[in-house]
C-alpha cells in the first residue's frame, strides 16, 4: 500500500467516515474541519485510483470499491497503533544495556526481575560499543539505559545525561589448580606481579581497556590481550589446564565451571581493586519501569570493601 503513497492520517479519517456515515460528524471525532475531511479523503481515493464513497444528501455512503478497502484500513490502523506501542515509553519493555550478560550489573538486573517479575525487560548487549557510544543510544532512545564505567568527568558529559555510581564490584583472581598461586585464600595485587594475567577481547578505547592499564600501570601487572577471543568457555579451559595463565573477574561476576576443571576465585586485599559501575539514564526518560529499577539499585547496593583501589578517573568528582 505505501507505494501508492497513502498516507495514516488518511487512512484514520476513512474508517472515521465510514463509521460515522458523515462527513461531519468524522470530522468532530478527529477534531478538524469538515473541510480537512473531504480533502484527506479525496487525496487517498486519488491515491488508490478509486471512489471510497458516495456522497448523498443523507451522508457517505461507502462504495464497493471502499467496503473491499476498509478491513484493510482497519488492520494498517491497527497495525500502527502495535507498532507506537513498541517505542511508547509504559507500554514497551524497558531496554538496558549491560557489558557481558556475566557481569555483575547482569546480576543485579535479574535480581530486579525476581523481585518485580510482573514487569517487562528487555536486557540488551550493544555490539563493539564503548561508554561513548553507549551513552548516545542512551540519548537517541535506543536504549533507556546502561550500565558503564566512566572514564571522564560526569561534568564533561551531555547535559541530558545523568549518572549514579550503583555498584563497585571487588576484583577476584581466577587460577586453575596447577597454578603457584592457586592455594592462596586471598592475595594482593602486589602477589600478581610477575604472573601472566590474560584478558583477550580488551579493545582500545574502552572503558575497559582505561581500567585495566592504570590497574597494570600502578601495579606493576602482566595483563595480556594478545590472542583472539573465543568466549569465557575458552578461557576457563586454557586456564584450568595451565599453571601460567590466570585472569580476573568481579566478585559478583556469574561463572560456572565442571567440577574436573576446578578453578580458584581468589579475593584481592590490601587493596581491593574494584571495578566502578554506573547507571547511565538520559534525564526526563518517562518510563516507569526505569524509576523502579533505580530504586532497587539504590535500596540494593553492596557496600564496598575498605581501602579499595580504583582509577584515578573513578574517583574524580564533578
Known amino acids: 500500500m505505501y507505494r501508492y503513497g497513502v498516507e495514516i492520517e488518511a487512512v484514520r479519517t476513512f474508517v472515521a467516515v465510514a463509521d460515522a456515515g458523515q462527513f461531519q460528524e468524522a470530522a468532530v471525532e478527529l477534531g478538524v474541519t469538515q473541510q480537512a475531511v473531504s480533502k484527506r479523503v479525496a ?7 478509486v471512489t471510497l464513497f458516495a456522497r448523498t444528501a443523507r451522508g457517505a455512503q461507502v462504495t464497493l470499491d471502499g467496503q ?6 482497519r488492520e494498517l490502523l491497527r497495525a500502527a497503533e502495535r507498532a507506537a506501542a513498541s517505542v511508547r515509553p509504559g507500554e514497551r519493555a524497558l531496554r538496558v544495556d549491560v557489558i557481558n550478560r556475566r557481569i555483575a550489573p547482569a546480576v543485579a538486573l535479574q535480581n530486579f526481575y525476581q523481585a518485580h517479575p510482573g ?5 540488551v548487549t550493544l555490539s563493539d560499543a564503548n ?14 539505559a546502561t550500565f558503564r564505567a566512566l572514564p571522564v568527568r560526569v561534568k564533561d558529559l551531555p547535559g541530558d545525561i545523568r549518572v549514579e555510581r550503583v555498584l563497585d564490584d571487588p576484583l577476584q583472581l581466577l587460577a586453575g589448580p596447577l597454578h603457584p598461586l592457586a592455594g592462596a585464600r586471598s592475595l ?7 604472573h601472566r594475567i590474560w584478558i583477550p577481547g580488551i579493545r582500545p578505547g574502552t572503558e575497559w581497556a582505561a581500567f585495566y592499564e592504570e590497574l597494570a600501570e600502578t601495579f606493576d601487572l602482566r595483563i595480556d590481550a594478545i590472542g583472539p577471543n573465543f568466549g569465557t568457555e ?4 586454557a586456564i584450568a589446564g595451565s599453571d601460567g595463565l590466570t585472569t580476573l573477574v568481579g566478585s559478583r561476576d556469574r561463572y560456572l565451571w565442571p567440577a574436573s576443571q576446578d578453578l580458584r576465585r581468589i579475593p584481592l586485599r590490601d587493596p581491593a581493586p574494584v571495578y566502578p559501575h554506573s547507571f547511565v539514564r538520559r534525564a526526563g526518560n518517562p518510563h516507569p519501569t526505569l524509576t523502579a529499577l533505580r ?3 539504590a535500596a540494593t547496593r553492596p557496600a564496598g570493601p575498605a581501602g579499595a583501589w580504583m582509577p584515578s578517573w573513578a574517583r574524580r568528582r564533578g
Open 43 to 49: 487525496n487517498l481515493e486519488r491515491s488508490l485510483g
Open 68 to 73: 473491499a478497502f476498509l478491513p484493510h484500513a
Open 119 to 123: 514487569i517487562e525487560l528487555d536486557v
Open 131 to 144: 561508554f561513548e557510544i553507549a551513552i548516545e543510544a542512551v540519548r537517541t532512545g535506543e536504549i533507556d
Open 188 to 194: 594482593t595485587p602486589a602477589d600478581l606481579s610477575g
Open 234 to 237: 575458552a578461557l576457563q579451559d
Open 295 to 297: 530504586r532497587h539499585l
